[in-house]
């Protein structure tokens, strides 16, 4: 059974990342969606708030699961039996970050393959980053991120 692992920070969750889950949900048996403590950015929500929101915008998929963890994605993928790393990408300025992280992994894991698939032109335009500006001076972000992110993104900067 051939299985993919989609990591991220997830923080929030957008339509991009969605596409890409889904896409990859078509091509492999399983995706394991990993959300990713990342200590060199200051997360808006916590893992459990950023898995529970994945659990809800990705109900509609038989085949993935999500999971947390803090730890070296290289580790994670070995536990699970995972040998593809599948991420989106959406610009050149993605690639030169993503193909590092790639190498860094086969480095650490050797048979530990990345892939990439481009984002849908749809959302390429999307960041977690951009999401959160507009929604902390009040802007709809309705349409770019699943009900579920906007609901959550509305309650944390109207506080
Ligand atoms: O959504 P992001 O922030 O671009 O995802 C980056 C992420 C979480 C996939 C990356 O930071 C990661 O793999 N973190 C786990 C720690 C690790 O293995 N670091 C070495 C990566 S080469």
Same mark, same amino acid.
């Given at each position: 059974?051939?299985?993919?692992?989609?990591?991220?920070?997830?923080?929030?969750?957008?339509?991009?990342?969605?596409?890409?889950?889904?896409?990859?949900?078509?091509?492999?048996?399983?995706?394991?969606?990993?959300?990713?403590?990342?200590?060199?950015?200051?997360?808006?929500?916590?893992?459990?708030?950023?898995?529970?929101? @994945? #659990?809800?915008? *990705?109900?509609?998929?038989?085949?993935?699961?999500?999971? &947390?963890? !803090? $730890? /070296?994605?290289?580790?994670?993928?070995?536990?699970?039996?995972?040998?593809?790393?599948?991420?989106?990408?959406?610009?050149?300025?993605?690639?030169?970050?993503?193909?590092?992280?790639?190498?860094?992994?086969?480095?650490?894991?050797?048979?530990?393959?990345?892939?990439?698939?481009?984002?849908?032109?749809?959302?390429?335009? @999307? #960041?977690?980053? *951009?999401?959160?500006?507009?929604?902390?001076?009040?802007? &709809?972000? !309705? $349409? /770019?991120?699943?009900?579920?992110?906007?609901?959550?993104?509305?309650?944390?900067?109207?506080?």
């Amino acid at each position: 059974m051939a299985k993919a692992l989609c990591p991220g920070s997830f923080d929030p969750p957008t339509n991009g990342h969605i596409d890409v889950i889904e896409r990859t949900a078509r091509w492999f048996d399983g995706v394991v969606v990993a959300v990713v403590a990342n200590p060199s950015k200051e997360a808006v929500f916590s893992l459990a708030e950023r898995t529970e929101m @994945l #659990s809800e915008a *990705l109900e509609h998929i038989d085949n993935v699961s999500i999971e &947390s963890f !803090d $730890g /070296l994605l290289v580790d994670f993928a070995r536990e699970r039996g995972v040998g593809v790393i599948v991420k989106g990408l959406r610009a050149v300025s993605d690639f030169e970050y993503e193909l590092q992280m790639a190498q860094m992994n086969a480095a650490l894991s050797p048979g530990l393959d990345t892939m990439f698939v481009t984002a849908n032109p749809s959302w390429a335009f @999307l #960041s977690s980053s *951009l999401v959160k500006q507009v929604a902390r001076y009040g802007g &709809s972000v !309705d $349409g /770019l991120v699943p009900p579920v992110v906007s609901k959550a993104l509305v309650e944390r900067f109207s506080r």
